[in-house]
Each structure stands twice: as C-alpha cells, then as structure tokens.
T-cell receptor
Framework: NAGVTQTPKFQVLKTGQSMTLQCAQDMNHNSMYWYRQDPGMGLRLIYY???????DKGEVPNGYNVSRLNKREFSLRLESAAPSQTSVYFCASPKWGTSGEGTYNEQFFGPGTRLTVL | KQEVTQIPAALSVPEGENLVLNCSFTDSAIYNLQWFRQDPGKGLTSLLL?????REQTSGRLNASLDKSSGRSTLYIAASQPGDSATYLC?????????????FGKGTHLIIQP
C-alpha cells in the first residue's frame, strides 16, 4: 500500500497563476484533510472532507477550493496564487476507530508539496 | 480555541542521553494526542497515538505520556542516537466540535550530537 500520495512534489508559480494539488489515499478511509505548514506557524488546517461528497472549511480556507472527487482523491485548487500561499502543503487521511479506550483518529500524512509563488 | 505549545523549541544533546520533550494544550476535550517526527524536507511520520483515556504509550525507545487534566504530554526518548535528529511535533484532535482536524504545536527541533 502506498498510503497517502501527493503530486506534484515541487511547484513554482507566478502571482495570479492557478494550479491544482492532487492527493490520493489507498487506505479506504472516509476522511481526508489538507494542511499547510509555514515557518513559525506550524501546520494549519485548510479544508477537510469527512466523507465522499462533503467538504468543510478549516482554519485558513481563504484563497483555496477543494474537490472530493471520489473516496480515494481529494484535490486542492489555488485559483489565483499569491505570494502568501508559498508554503508546504500536506494531505492527510485519518483512520477513525474505536477501542476499549474509546474513539480515536490517527492521521497519516503524504510527503507534501512544496509550493513557491513569485 | 485549542492551542498547543511545545517546549523547548530546540534541543541539542550528546548521543546516549535520555531526553524529554514537552507538549501542553489548553482544552482537555480531546479524542487523542499524536506525536510525529518530521525530517528536513519530508512529511510527517506518526510515532505514537495516545487516546484521551490512556496514560501512556510505548514504542521501542519512545514513551509518550498524557495527563489530560493538566493538559500535558511528554515524549521520552531513551538512549538517544544521531538518527533521532529531527523535528518532533505534538498534535491533538479536539472533540468539542468545530473543524475536524489536528491542532499542532510548532515542534521541537532535536539534534543528537555523535
């Protein structure tokens, strides 16, 4: 199993250009998430999808759109890129489960996409 | 709003030492706390997950504890090795409603000197 895969690994855009970041998971999980990681800010949630056909905003959704294409794929689109969107983007897919200790959510991350907007 | 703080921000120790990384969070309404390792330019690797009713989890030389009432977790690394050099991230999943994602600390950058 590949787990969570992301494409591309690196991308350089000019201000105003658009692009789509792709994410796929082969773990048969219902949920998928997009985070961004910035120096000094940690990782922050952009959008998430609790199940196929549903999406919701996270902490920093402005400037982004998402599509949950099917259970495996969750894409993140920048319609008009800005330098403030220079970041490392991570896709994650959590496993929701229950044990004798209660409900848990263990998240598995992709390798990331390093995006620079000039 | 849930906030997660990690102390120290950076740590450099000689090989072989035992060390403790600290994480604190402001709201005890959590499903679980997860410790990750991140190597430079790489993604996040899950190390340990502690559910809200658990006190600790162990994996090899790693031991993570959770004290939900005080909002604290520690990651103990025994007999540190140069290969342990990485950034360690602590994250909690809030169970009190709202956006369904992890809240991360900013990490502890760890260097193990050979």
């Amino acid at each position: 199993n590949a787990g969570v895969t992301q494409t591309p690994k690196f991308q350089v855009l000019k201000t105003g250009q658009s692009m789509t970041l792709q994410c796929a998971q082969d773990m048969n999980h219902n949920s998928m998430y997009w985070y961004r990681q910035d120096p000094g800010m940690g990782l922050r949630l952009i959008y998430y999808s609790a199940s196929e056909g549903t999406t919701d905003k996270g902490e920093v959704p402005n400037g982004y759109n998402v599509s949950r294409l099917n259970k495996r794929e969750f894409s993140l689109r920048l319609e008009s890129a800005a330098p403030s969107q220079t970041s490392v983007y991570f896709c994650a897919s959590p496993k929701w489960g229950t044990s004798g200790e209660g409900t848990y959510n263990e998240q598995f991350f992709g390798p990331g996409t390093r995006l620079t907007v000039l | 709003k849930q906030e997660v703080t990690q102390i120290p921000a950076a740590l450099s120790v000689p090989e072989g030492e035992n060390l403790v990384l600290n994480c604190s969070f402001t709201d005890s309404a959590i499903y679980n706390l997860q410790w990750f390792r991140q190597d430079p330019g790489k993604g996040l690797t899950s190390l340990l997950l502690i559910q809200s009713s658990q006190r600790e989890q162990t994996s090899g030389r790693l031991n993570a504890s959770l004290d939900k009432s005080s909002g604290r977790s520690t990651l103990y690394i025994a007999a540190s090795q140069p290969g342990d050099s990485a950034t360690y991230l602590c994250a909690v999943l809030y169970s009190g409603g709202g956006a369904d994602g992890l809240t991360f600390g900013k990490g502890t950058h760890l260097i193990i000197q050979p």
